[in-house]
């Protein structure tokens, strides 16, 4: 016989939850740090959009993440 770990639907909620959150969070900073490159490669090298587009990035996956964790209703449906 095989043993499966049970795992209680909380926490396969919240793995979920951490899921979505890590991975929006990495998909955001990488578009925010493409996005300073090209502006950084328009305005003759300068570093600060790239920093500033990697905040953003940041900013707005700590925002998303904190609108799916406050929600009472579990992770965000998407409709295709």
Known sequence: MST?????PSKSLLN???DVV???TIVK???GFCGGVILS???KRRTFPVWLGIGFGLGR???EGDAIFRSSAG???IKA
């Open 4 to 8: 499966q770990a049970l795992t209680t």
């Open 16 to 18: 979920d939850k951490w």
């Open 22 to 24: 890590l991975s929006n």
């Open 29 to 31: 900073t990488g578009l």
């Open 41 to 43: 490669a328009l305005l």
């Open 61 to 63: 996956g700590y925002s």
């Open 75 to 77: 992770l965000r449906e």
